[in-house]
């Protein structure tokens, strides 16, 4: 034997025996994973397999295969008439209301407004929704007793009795969209730097109720009003509270039918950054925002 | 016998048009053509004028594409989803998620219905889970938002605080009677 042979057997004796764990697969014998496309690899996104769901191709919304649709059985019924065109008023309560005011969120020593409520933070309005301000509803009529000057949309009767009997003065006034967007935000509008628009006239179907006296309307008489206070004083039975010289000011002060913002008036403008305010001195000017 | 017809109407034609004006004359024309047209319409008596323009004779363009009633999920101008009219026009959708409808049949032979039963098809009434699930999905958002209307009659019906699945001001706390 060479030496080379003698080697190699050596080698070999002390080499591991051919056996299943040492040996290399048959070429091909192991498959490679495929690399699907897609978030999970290629598969049908849930969508199963097959079949109308797979496809997407469900029949469509409301249909019944040959049945008359349920969506058009019945007969029509003018349910959203108009809906478009009708002024909303989304609704405040006393109960919120009272809880306002004792939680300090309100302050009644000044007239309280649609500002005042805004400020508070806790109500929306969109104007361009035909919002057209709040309705104050008689939820908690019985335990509201705040004596505040009120300026708020919409009331009914119950609430002008409640609010009367505690010692205060409700007004129901109207502001068109317009005037809303600087009332909702007067931060932004002041910063907007414009003059304060001049508060619309209400349209011919709402000036009825804000010129009735019994609904505390902005244009009715101020006279006819006291009287109406007595009437709905007797009709609920109770006796409107004697007024304290103090806050008899505040709780008689009212604003003008163009005015929006207590203690400015429409044409103004109201600079922030330098605390000033800027008044129109062209007579022109001041004849359009008085008229 | 359509040939003797016409010779005859020619020949009357021809005997009307010396004597008279140039209106009568063609009155007269006017009367033979339209009664040989009227009697014998496969005979084309009508000779062609001017050459046929071809812009009025062309057949007018009709819409290719018919409506439906059904839900459009993307509109062409903005790709938005689009309400069923024909919903809005039959169903009312409270707040608290339900829509009410008519009745059907309420108009129909009512000289045959007895009044309890004309009562009853004077009512509106629920639609089920279902059905109200399926018509939310066949109006837009705008359909779902509150609306806070006066003198609203579906005003008291918007809000169903008698169910825990559809309340939506807390319970208010009734605290346990003292018992002695």
């Keep these: 034997m060479s030496n080379t042979t003698e080697k190699a057997l050596n080698l070999l004796r002390y080499l591991p025996r051919v056996c299943i764990s040492n040996i290399r697969d048959n070429p091909g014998a192991h498959k490679q994973a495929r690399r699907g496309r897609g978030q999970h690899g290629g598969d049908y996104h849930g969508a199963g397999n097959k079949g109308a769901k797979a496809r997407q191709s469900y029949t469509r919304l409301g249909y019944e295969m040959g049945n008359n649709p349920f969506y058009l059985r019945f007969p029509f019924e003018p349910y959203y008439k108009g809906h478009h065109l009708k002024r909303q008023y989304p609704p405040v309560s006393l109960l919120n209301l009272q809880k306002l005011i004792d939680t300090n969120r309100i302050d009644t020593t000044k007239p309280i407004d649609l500002v005042a409520i805004m400020n508070t933070g806790l109500f929306r309005l969109y104007p361009d929704q035909q919002h057209f301000g709040f309705q104050l509803t008689d939820e908690g009529a019985d335990i509201f007793s705040a004596k505040i000057n009120l300026e708020i949309q919409w009331t009914s009767e119950p609430v002008i009795a409640a609010i009367e009997r505690a010692g205060g003065f409700v007004t129901t006034a109207y502001y068109d969209a317009q005037s809303l967007h600087a009332m909702i935000n007067t931060k932004k509008f002041f910063e907007r730097g414009i003059p304060i628009p001049r508060r619309m006239m209400p349209p011919p179907d709402a000036i009825e109720y804000y010129s009735n006296p019994a609904n505390r309307g902005y244009l009715s008489d101020p006279e006819k009003i006291s009287k109406e206070r007595l009437v709905l004083a007797q009709k609920y039975g109770y006796t409107l509270p004697k007024l304290d010289d103090q806050i008899l000011e505040m709780l008689k002060e009212r604003k003008d039918p163009r005015q929006i913002f207590y203690g400015l008036h429409p044409g103004w403008v109201v600079n922030l950054t330098d605390k000033v305010i800027l008044k129109p001195l062209d007579e022109e000017l001041k004849e359009y925002y008085a008229s | ?180």
């Excluded at chain 2, 399926?134 to 008291?156: C, E, S, T």
């Design chain 2, 1 to 180: 016998m359509f040939r003797n017809i016409l010779c005859s109407f020619s020949r009357l034609a021809i005997a009307t048009r010396t004597p008279q004006s140039n209106v009568f004359k063609n009155t007269s024309d006017n009367l033979v053509k339209q009664i040989t047209v009227r009697n014998f319409s496969l005979l084309n008596i009508q000779a062609p004028l001017a050459a046929p323009k071809l812009l009025e004779n062309a057949p007018k363009p009709q819409p290719a594409a018919t409506s439906t009633r059904t839900v459009t999920k993307f509109s062409i101008r903005k790709g938005k989803r689009k309400s069923v009219k024909a919903v809005l026009k039959r169903f009312y959708r409270l707040q608290w998620g339900i829509w009410i409808r008519t009745k059907a049949g309420r108009n129909k032979k009512l000289w045959k219905k007895n009044p309890p039963q004309k009562r009853r098809l004077r009512q509106h009434v629920f639609c089920n889970s279902t059905q109200s699930h399926m018509l939310d999905k066949m109006v837009g958002p705008y359909w779902r938002k509150p609306r806070y209307f006066i003198d609203d009659p579906y005003q008291p019906y918007h809000v169903r605080n008698e169910f825990e699945r559809s309340r939506v001001t807390p319970k208010p706390y009734i605290p346990p009677e003292d018992r002695i």
